[in-house]
C-alpha cells in the first residue's frame, strides 16, 4: 500500500496576492467584521467590537455574517466591504 501526499498550496499562484497597506491608524475608520456565522462568533465580535470603539476609536463598526459558513462571502459581501477602511475576516467553531 502506498501513501500520496497532496499539497493544498498554490505557490505557483503566490505572486498574484498581496497584501493590503496597512492603516496608519483606526480611529475615525469604519471597520467591517464579516462572520461565519457559527454558535461562538456572537459573544467574540461583541467584545472585539467594543475594544474596536473604545481602545482604537474606531466610529463605525459594520456587522455582517455570511450565507453559508463553508462558502466565501456573497458577491454583495464583497461589493459592500469595499466601503469601509478595513475589514475582519471571523471564524467561531
Known amino acids: 500500500?502506498?501513501?500520496e501526499m497532496l499539497d493544498p498550496t498554490h505557490e505557483a499562484d503566490a505572486a498574484r496576492f498581496t497584501l493590503a497597506?496597512?492603516?496608519?491608524a483606526l480611529a475615525g475608520k469604519t471597520v467591517g467584521?464579516?462572520?461565519n456565522g457559527k454558535r461562538n462568533?456572537?459573544?467574540f465580535f461583541d467584545a472585539f467590537e467594543h475594544a474596536l470603539v473604545e481602545t482604537h476609536g474606531v466610529t463605525d463598526v459594520v456587522r455582517r455574517t455570511k450565507s453559508n459558513y463553508s462558502a466565501p462571502a456573497d458577491a454583495n459581501l464583497v461589493e459592500e466591504a469595499r466601503t469601509w477602511?478595513?475589514?475582519i475576516a471571523g471564524i467561531g467553531d
Open 1 to 3: 500500500m502506498s501513501i
Open 85 to 87: 477602511d478595513a475589514l
Open 41 to 43: 462568533t456572537s459573544p
Open 33 to 35: 467584521v464579516i462572520s
Open 21 to 24: 497597506s496597512r492603516l496608519p
